[in-house]
């Protein structure tokens, strides 16, 4: 086994996810808070395209940065959505952010370079650097900068080895947003130290009393990763982009015929009605349920002792400080699964800053299952006291 594997760590979501099944299976009523995937199905104008993509036989590889008439969809979208123009040579269409991730690593790392991540993050991006043989440098983020690097994080942490910072936002697990300003910002420090800025926007969509802006308004040679698997809800199509600075087009042109030939055909071809009108108006409807979960998972939380140090503004996830009801986040998701047969995320999953002291929680379930969730809850850390 190659020894980089080392740095490549299972997520401990999935022995949750296990567990939670073997609960389920032996006859118990396990609410799923734990997945970080809507648990709405693909709008079935998408689910249409993609069958009739198949009966039309759209079964071959496409071109590997994805069939011209999606890259010119996508290029549209940031037109209509952000009033942005990209051109569809900058775009690539990839196997989720997932895929794109890997291009964007791939195509600026060398064995022995580093990348700043916050921490908490998405643990994903630390193990893609470390599978490149470079390292992730974590640098612990709070409520005070929203979990989010900024400006003076760069100054503080850059090495001579740096050769990207990484954010997310919306983002995993926090929900947290960086406003326009930062942004500027970060993305100034970042290129006073002649280096790049990738930003994932995979959950740009779900925001909630307010729109995001994509970092692209900020500056056209910033990384951009997005995806169809959140706000368009196709997790198993496997399908994502990447808007590309102009001048790595080839490179990750290069690196995506390699590695992964083409996207999957028939999802490109289903992802081509996600434009549509009524698709997003679904979505839209979709959103707003989204919102109204948020709402009701704070206030029930916080009645019964998790804490909110910052409002999530968008993704599906809300942070919660549990040190009040805890000495460790993992022991108390375990019992919590255990008594209330309700599954959370431990901390753990996202870095090691604060990570004893957080449970990610998903609102990818009902209000009732949420008002539930915490109503079981309350009553097992009643019974502890
Ligand atoms: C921040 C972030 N980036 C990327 C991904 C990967 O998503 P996908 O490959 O399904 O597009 C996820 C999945 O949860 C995520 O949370």
Known sequence: MSSRLAHVHPFHVMAILARAQQLAAAGHDVIHMEVGEPDF?????????GRQALADGKTFYTPALGIPALREAIAAFYQQRYGVTVSPRRIAVTTGASGALLLTLSALLAAGDSVLLPDPTYPCNRHLVSLLDAEPLSVAVGPDTQYQ????????HWQANTVAAMIASPANPTGTLISPTELAALY?????????LIVDEIYHGLTYGMDATTALACADDIWVINSFSKYFQMTGWRLGWLVIPEAYIDAVERVAQ?????APTPAQYAALAAFTPQTIALLEERRQVFHQRRDVL???????????PTQPQGAFYAYADVSDLCDNSATLAANLLEH???ALTPGKDFGQHGATQHLRLAYTCDEARIRQAAARIGEYLQRQR
């Open 41 to 49: 199905p693909t709008p079935a104008p998408i689910v249409e395209a």
């Open 149 to 156: 690097l900024n400006a003076q994080h760069i100054a503080a």
């Open 188 to 196: 100034g420090a970042v290129k006073a130290q002649g280096r790049q």
């Open 258 to 262: 390699n590695v992964f030939l083409s």
């Open 298 to 308: 704070l206030a029930a939380f916080s009645e019964i002792g998790f804490r909110f």
């Open 340 to 342: 209330t047969h309700v």
